[in-house]
Each structure stands twice: as structure tokens, then as C-alpha cells.
């Protein structure tokens, strides 16, 4: 058995990079665009509204979370 240790430690800022910053806008760009493209079957097993989904999809780029920011 292997044993898992989680710490709550806060994870470390990394410098700005505009590259860094570029790709992560093309990934959150393509993660929206592959969501609004699931079918009502897949939203729901994946546990969203079709109008949640389309909420998500049609956010701006910069519109993300805190801890996804560097």
C-alpha cells in the first residue's frame, strides 16, 4: 500500500511569462470550444446544463478562475 500525504501549503507564484500567459489562453480557448460542442447526452454526464455549458464556452479568455492564473 502506498501512502498519500496532501499539505494545504499555498503553491508557489511564478514568475509572468507572456508566452506562459499566451498558451494558457489558447488552452482555455480550445477547452471552451471542445465544451460547447458536447451534446446534451455527454453535458449531463458530466453534470452540466446545456445553458451552464454555453455560459462557460461563451466566457472571455481572461475570465478564468484565480488559482489558474499564474
Known amino acids: 500500500m502506498t501512502a498519500v500525504t496532501c499539505t494545504n501549503a499555498p503553491i508557489a507564484k511564478r514568475s509572468f511569462s507572456p508566452l506562459t500567459w499566451v498558451a494558457n489562453m489558447l488552452e482555455t480557448r480550445r477547452e471552451r470550444q471542445a465544451l460547447a460542442e458536447l451534446d446534451a447526452y455527454r453535458l449531463e454526464d458530466i453534470g452540466l446544463t446545456e445553458a451552464e455549458a454555453h455560459?462557460?464556452?461563451?466566457?472571455?479568455?481572461?475570465?478564468?478562475?484565480a488559482h489558474w492564473q499564474y
Open 55 to 65: 455560459r462557460e464556452a461563451t466566457r472571455p479568455l481572461w475570465d478564468v478562475p
